[in-house]
């Protein structure tokens, strides 16, 4: 008999996410490809009006993420990360979110070996705030970028 409760159907989101990332070992598969997946099924099982359901289990999962296979994670994945966890949210229509993910990542590039991360998260502010056409702080993103 199957429970169709919503704390159910939650926990049996959830386990889907956790098996997708713990699904590593293979290594044809990779990480952006695992939360590639984890991004499509949380806009497949929830619909546009459960975006705070989706970004809870989002942030779930890179938080499960940093403490199991990021654990000891390289300046390099972290940066990588969190511009895969800003464009998610983006995705997820979460501006705010975005903006701060994207702000992360440029304070962990402190060195120039990064500064073509940190341009990238510079001009992705500058698109965010294009969207809300927010256009003077968009061309000081959009100029730091260069």
Known sequence: MENSTPQASEDALWEGILNLLSDTSGKEKKLQSILDEVQQ?????????????????????????????????STEQKIWLGLWQAGAYETFGDWRRALTAYENVIALCESDEYCSDKAEAFRWIGHIHTMQNQWEDAYKAYKESL
């Open 41 to 73: 099924m949380l806009l497949r099982e929830l619909n546009d009006n459960e975006q705070g359901r989706r970004v809870i289990h989002l942030e779930k999962a890179i938080l499960y993420l940093r403490r199991t296979l990021l654990r000891e994670g």
